[in-house]
């Protein structure tokens, strides 16, 4: 995992743009001190392509139904039937943004807290009501920087999400079935397979998500969760970022260059470090299970299934719009590695036990084994009791 970015990411050079937003936070009702999906989605304005035929957007419907139907073999989730629906990429990100907000906000208020508090500490007693002020200033400076730095995340993923669950965590409720042509289209593009094969694989991968999705109304808040855990650790040292001044003093430009090099960077403990590693897991099993049960699907009916399988790990490895917004966020980075295990786990429980006891491990989250156990899925049954109730399934 790389290191997180933090603060490290912020320019403060566009101080005056952040004060900006601050009062249009203020003017809209909001506090400033928790990101607001509607500055969020102010600051994420997109634009959206007017080329998409009505042809294309009938075309990814019906490729949403046929796909529903060819993984009913191999899933013991059971459909949803919601019809599918097609989405711009301003639409994807005006419908994810409140998610993306809910999951994010410790992260915003846990730093601001932490820089404030880390101040006041310093504060002599005389000065103890001016720094309480400031505490409360940094939460709500905190949040604008937070909503910006999400925004800026969230238009790059928007440039090439293919789905509402191409991003591997549930963002949409009620969950359904949702491609984006003009990024189909796009994904499609250099990749020498016919256009309807690459359409019918995307729009397997999505209904596989939101069957997972569908059945695992507990994946939100586990997501939720790991973020929180690790935005409960965030503390700021104030005495090195002193020790830093002093040394920089007098030399704006380095000033400048230090702060978006990592200054003002939360330090990082062992509990951050775990709950990382715990987040990463979960999205490696939410990605290794989606990639082999449509993967499954796709054999029997698309000649070149193999090769968009390997181009679809590849591009997720290298550029996955979930990897673009918690790597900005977080510094989260998804092993390709581990989804690859992950997906070679949940094969072989599927050909040793079935795909009831290979879907009943989404139970819950104690269900799904642990990153070790990923190395020897074919013990992992003998070491662990399968879930006694399927009856969710």
Not at 12 to 26: H, I, K, P, V, Y
Not at 129 to 150: C, H, P, R, S
Not at 188 to 200: A, K, Q, T
Request: hydrophobic share 45%; charged share 20%.
């Amino acid at each position: 995992m790389s290191e997180p970015q933090g603060l490290g990411g912020f320019d403060f050079s566009q101080l005056g743009e952040m004060l900006s937003r601050l009062g249009r936070a203020f003017s809209s009702g909001g506090d400033g001190s928790s990101l607001s999906p509607e500055t969020v989605r102010e600051l994420a304005t997109i634009r959206d392509s007017n080329a998409i035929s009505h042809e294309l957007l009938n075309q990814c419907v019906d490729a949403l139904r046929v796909a529903d139907l060819w993984l009913d073999p191999h899933l013991a989730f059971a459909s949803s039937h919601l019809p599918g629906q097609t989405w711009t990429r301003s639409q994807w990100v005006a419908g994810s943004v409140a998610t993306w907000c809910s999951v994010v906000e410790p992260l915003s208020h846990s730093l601001g807290t932490a820089v404030g508090s880390a101040l006041a500490s310093e504060a002599e007693p005389a000065m103890a009501g001016v720094f309480a002020q400031m505490n409360e200033m940094m939460k709500k400076i905190g949040g604008v920087m937070f909503a910006t730095q999400l925004a800026e995340a969230l238009k790059a993923a928007a440039s090439s999400v293919t789905s509402a669950g191409d991003v591997g965590i549930p963002l949409v409720d009620p969950v359904r079935a949702i491609l984006i042509p003009e990024n189909v289209l796009a994904y499609s593009e250099g990749l020498n397979i016919p256009f309807g094969e690459v359409l019918h694989y995307l729009a397997l991968r999505e209904q596989a998500s939101v069957r997972l999705f569908s059945h695992t109304p507990w994946l939100h808040e586990a997501i939720a969760e790991s973020v929180k855990a690790y935005a409960a650790g965030i503390h700021v040292d104030i005495q090195k970022v002193q020790g830093d001044f002093d040394q920089l003093s007098g030399n704006p430009e380095a000033i400048n260059e230090a702060i978006q090099n990592g200054l003002f960077a939360p330090e990082e403990s062992e509990a951050q470090r775990a709950a990382l590693k715990r987040l990463e897991l979960m999205i490696a099993l939410i990605e290794g299970w989606i990639d082999e049960v449509s993967a499954q699907a796709a054999t029997a009916q698309l000649p070149h299934s193999q090769a968009l399988r390997e181009m679809s790990r590849r591009k997720r490895a290298t550029d996955g719009p979930l990897q673009r917004v918690f790597a900005a966020l977080l510094g989260l980075e998804v092993s390709p590695r581990m989804a690859r295990d992950a997906a070679q786990f949940f094969r072989i429980q599927g050909e040793l036990h079935g795909s009831d006891y290979r879907d009943g491990l989404w139970e819950s989250i104690g269900s799904l084994p642990l990153s070790e156990e990923l190395e020897s899925p074919e013990l992992f049954k003998a070491g662990r009791s399968a879930p006694d109730d399927l009856s969710a399934l």
